[in-house]
């Protein structure tokens, strides 16, 4: 068993899971990895549950239904905390986020001192960013630049999926009172710990848009984002 447990939140990723969990287990670092899909009518989580037994620090996690991004990476954080791993790393199924920089990722809380870190693909606000268009490359940096001038959060890239948590973070950030499921969920999370104190590292990522399978990205998701980042200001301002 690893010290650091990889969570992979996925619906209808059969074209990308095998490849994605082969490409983690390659690294020269031992990850574990959890699973945790959605009842995936494509067929995803069968595929995890056929390569078990070759690799036996895989874990599986089928849910009955969709619920959103945010439940099912608390499902894995509540799982990973019941099973006493000291590092917590947030990682898509489609390839967006490369498996090479897990080592980096980990080495910032292992080694350097941070108790949080982030795979940011707007570190000191250069953009670092292949394959998106216009429209959602100018929605995603404008973003985190959002966040950051309503929150003053010190982070160039907020809204980011590819993260490492020390577990005493996630055992601190009362999981039960996160309210966001989708975009905002991101955001809500690196708010909660840096208000709590806790030191955070970003690491330079290069980030690449899917090559197969569908984005879960939609309207909804991002109006949490827009309206809920004010809301969580406003409800953490002095009284």
């Not at 074209?15 to 699973?35: C, P």
């Not at 909660?192 to 990522?205: D, M, N, Q, T």
């Amino acid at each position: 068993m690893s010290n650091t447990l990889v969570i992979i939140p996925t619906y209808n990723e059969k074209e990308n899971i095998e490849a994605i969990i082969r490409a983690v287990f390659s690294q020269k670092k031992q990850f574990d990895i959890l699973v945790v899909d959605d009842s995936s009518p494509d067929g995803t989580g069968d595929i995890v549950a056929n390569i078990q037994q070759e690799f036996p620090n895989l874990f599986l996690e089928i849910r009955k239904e969709k619920s959103g991004l945010g439940t099912a990476y608390i499902h894995g954080f509540k799982w990973a905390i019941s099973k006493k791993y000291d590092y917590i790393i947030e990682m898509d199924a489609d390839f967006s986020h490369n498996p090479n920089d897990l080592i980096k990722l980990h080495q910032a809380c292992a080694g350097d001192g941070a108790d949080f870190s982030i795979g940011s693909r707007y570190l000191n606000n250069k953009i670092n960013v292949i394959n998106w268009d216009f429209k959602r490359l100018f929605l995603s940096y404008f973003a985190s630049k959002y966040v950051r001038f309503i929150t003053q959060i010190p982070i160039y890239d907020t809204t980011a999926g590819f993260v490492c948590y020390k577990r005493k973070v996630l055992e601190n950030i009362e999981l039960d009172k996160i309210k966001f499921v989708g975009y905002a969920f991101q955001i809500e999370m690196k708010f909660k710990a840096w208000k709590k104190k806790f030191k955070h590292k970003e690491v330079s990522i290069i980030f690449t848009d899917r090559k197969k399978g569908t984005s879960k990205m939609s309207g909804s998701i991002i109006s949490e984002a827009v309206f809920g980042v004010i809301k969580m200001r406003l409800e953490r301002l002095p009284k």
